[in-house]
């Protein structure tokens, strides 16, 4: 009989201990938290954004873009120009304010109350970001500083992004041709690698001094402005191996061009 009373309580201790070590769990598990949106809008010479193909896929590229990493109060989403000056280009920041509120000990009416007013709200403020954003798209850049493209200026600014903890997600509506006239420099409008084992090399070499910048590990996507039926003279594939190569390099987490 005693051995089945101690047995009884051992049992019980174990359920005890596995339910508070589940408690515990559930507690320390981490929310996600905020993303933070880098987009780099091509403004050089060489990319019309008003182009019908282009000014399609561009707009829905960044209704996309909106519609996936605006979710939650402190996302953030900024846009920069690619031209002469990249790094100081920054042309739009904001940060999401609509926040769902704590419905843990509410009651399922009050939760879904909840959880339409905070619908309402973040779709307000995809609505006025998305409007801002493609404002930006179509803002032409009639100054001197669309004869060079400088993306390799980017980087800082994805840098520091990184130093913020947020999960960092970087796009580039660009046809990706570095083209800067400065010594030391690339120009894809005047020497592009010619094939995609160039390219890694030229990536690899540029790297060296480029792993200053510390972007941790983003994701990273190229939009491309051009046609499926584009020219390999248009769309050149080994330009974006370069960049692909370099990003990995530089520890891009993953990196997709579309």
Known sequence: MKTL?????F??????????????????????GPIYTLIFLDKSISVNPNQAFVAQKYQSALNDIIEQNIKNKGDKLEVYFIHENTSKARALSVTTRSEMEDVSSANATDRETAQTSFDVSLSREKAAIRQRVLQQLAAPNSSSSRKET???????????????????KVYYLSDMVESVYSAGR???HKT???DNAQADT??????GQLKRYTIGSPDIEMILPFAPDA??????????????????ELGAGTVEEQ
Not at 26 to 32: C, G, I
Not at 153 to 168: D, Q, R, W
Not at 202 to 207: G, I, L, N, S, V
């Open 150 to 168: 400088d993306i390799w200026a980017s980087l800082p600014v994805i840098a520091k992004a990184n130093e913020s903890g947020a999960t960092l």
């Open 231 to 248: 020219s390999v003279k248009v769309n050149n594939p080994a330009v974006t191996q370069y960049w692909t190569t370099l990003f990995q």
């Open 5 to 9: 009373f101690f047995s009884c309580i």
């Open 11 to 32: 049992l019980l201790t174990l359920v005890a201990c596995s339910s508070d070590s589940g408690k515990e769990t559930d507690a320390n598990t981490p929310k996600s």
């Open 192 to 194: 592009p690698p010619k």
């Open 186 to 188: 690339r120009d894809f």
């Open 202 to 207: 030229w990536a690899k070499a540029d790297a």
